[in-house]
């Protein structure tokens, strides 16, 4: 018998847990374990644990970090401790639609293979209002295109995964760990998982996926939409640079397990990326002495990779000539 473990990460989320915790109880397959990791929250989110801890049957664990360990971590805690055959990552201010246990533990009974699995959503505000799907699309920017670490080839059937809309094989878990310290745990699961298993998304939209402004992932705002081309495409050489620390040791750790096509793909991936943005970064930074490379990198076809190239062209040499005169 297949059990289930939800693992949840609450963090002075009084605003929205009773809402998700309701959703949790009624879920149409009741979890076997609910396990709530607390980083330590100084508002009335441990009353609220509590309070709901006595009114469902099935069993809860809560752990109070004695210390504020940031939501990556804590959740890294929490999935290492759940006990259940599948878990279910679970953030405190979104809401599960009543089947998303049952749904998704039904998938991986009939498909062994996989490992890891993600639902589809719906995506909500601060009052539980649908908002504009058109945010969906900043997604598909932000993972396959001009992230620095992320595999081009590989995300463009996962373009908009989180962490809550995921299921994971606990077996899988115990694989991955330890979690790196670079490393959320989504992230990390999201990148390594298919050194493993199979990655598949379903298509049942099981959850409200709340977008209120304060949340810990990126892309929070419906504003974000109206300049995500420029954000997401134009200064992914920003992107690039802030995200060296993953790149390199994403190639060090890949570097060190056995060949396989998804691993060699990724190491030719992520050295094509640092040929590219890295030649992206000495056209910005020293525009003048680097008009070849300028040339050389339109030449190859490499800025074809975006789809705006010419605005992305642009704005290096924008970047370059202001650059020039500081």
Same mark, same amino acid.
């Given at each position: 018998?297949?059990?289930?473990?939800?693992?949840?990460?609450?963090?002075?989320?009084?605003?929205?847990?009773?809402?998700?915790?309701?959703?949790?109880?009624?879920?149409?397959?009741?979890?076997?374990?609910?396990?709530?990791?607390?980083?330590?929250?100084?508002?009335?989110?441990?009353?609220?644990?509590?309070?709901?801890?006595?009114?469902?049957?099935?069993?809860?664990?809560?752990?109070?970090?004695?210390?504020?360990?940031?939501?990556?971590?804590?959740?890294?805690?929490?999935?290492?401790?759940?006990?259940?055959?599948?878990?279910?990552?679970?953030?405190?201010?979104?809401?599960?639609?009543?089947?998303?246990?049952?749904?998704?533990?039904?998938?991986?009974?009939?498909?062994?293979?996989?490992?890891?699995?993600?639902?589809?959503?719906?995506?909500?505000?601060?009052?539980?209002?649908?908002?504009?799907?058109?945010?969906?699309?900043?997604?598909?920017?932000?993972?396959?295109?001009?992230?620095?670490?992320?595999?081009?080839?590989?995300?463009?059937?996962?373009?908009?995964?989180?962490?809550?809309?995921?299921?994971?094989?606990?077996?899988?878990?115990?694989?991955?760990?330890?979690?790196?310290?670079?490393?959320?745990?989504?992230?990390?699961?999201?990148?390594?998982?298919?050194?493993?298993?199979?990655?598949?998304?379903?298509?049942?939209?099981?959850?409200?996926?709340?977008?209120?402004?304060?949340?810990?992932?990126?892309?929070? /705002?419906?504003? !974000?939409?109206?300049?995500?081309?420029?954000?997401?495409?134009?200064?992914?050489?920003?992107?690039?640079?802030?995200?060296?620390?993953?790149?390199?040791?994403?190639?060090?750790?890949?570097?060190?397990?056995?060949?396989?096509?998804?691993?060699?793909?990724?190491?030719?991936?992520? /050295?094509?990326?640092?040929?590219?943005?890295?030649?992206?970064? /000495?056209?910005?930074?020293?525009?003048?002495?680097?008009?070849?490379?300028?040339?050389?990198?339109?030449?190859?076809?490499?800025?074809?990779?975006?789809?705006?190239?010419?605005?992305?062209?642009?704005? !290096?040499?924008?970047?370059?000539?202001?650059?020039?005169? /500081?």
């Amino acid at each position: 018998m297949t059990t289930v473990s939800v693992a949840l990460c609450t963090y002075n989320g009084e605003r929205f847990l009773k809402e998700q915790l309701d959703s949790i109880a009624m879920q149409s397959r009741a979890p076997d374990e609910v396990i709530i990791g607390d980083d330590c929250s100084s508002d009335k989110t441990i009353e609220i644990v509590h309070h709901w801890m006595k009114t469902v049957p099935f069993s809860v664990r809560l752990i109070q970090n004695e210390h504020n360990l940031g939501y990556e971590k804590n959740f890294a805690n929490i999935m290492l401790n759940a006990t259940g055959d599948i878990i279910f990552p679970c953030d405190q201010d979104d809401v599960w639609l009543p089947d998303k246990l049952k749904v998704m533990e039904a998938y991986f009974q009939s498909h062994p293979e996989v490992g890891v699995a993600y639902c589809r959503r719906s995506l909500i505000d601060q009052n539980g209002n649908p908002i504009s799907e058109r945010l969906t699309e900043l997604f598909g920017i932000y993972h396959p295109l001009d992230s620095s670490y992320f595999y081009a080839d590989f995300c463009k059937d996962f373009p908009d995964c989180a962490g809550c809309m995921s299921a994971i094989r606990k077996n899988l878990i115990d694989q991955l760990f330890p979690f790196p310290e670079l490393w959320a745990h989504d992230t990390w699961i999201f990148t390594m998982a298919p050194m493993y298993t199979q990655m598949k998304t379903l298509p049942d939209v099981l959850m409200l996926f709340r977008r209120h402004g304060n949340n810990a992932s990126a892309l929070g /705002k419906e504003a !974000d939409w109206a300049n995500g081309r420029d954000v997401y495409y134009l200064t992914s050489v920003g992107q690039y640079r802030a995200h060296t620390p993953y790149r390199e040791d994403m190639i060090k750790r890949l570097s060190q397990l056995p060949p396989s096509p998804y691993r060699d793909g990724y190491l030719k991936y992520l /050295k094509g990326q640092d040929k590219h943005f890295g030649n992206r970064c /000495k056209i910005e930074d020293h525009f003048w002495t680097n008009l070849h490379t300028l040339v050389w990198e339109v030449l190859s076809g490499r800025y074809f990779q975006h789809k705006q190239p010419l605005k992305c062209m642009l704005f !290096d040499v924008k970047e370059g000539i202001l650059n020039s005169f /500081k």
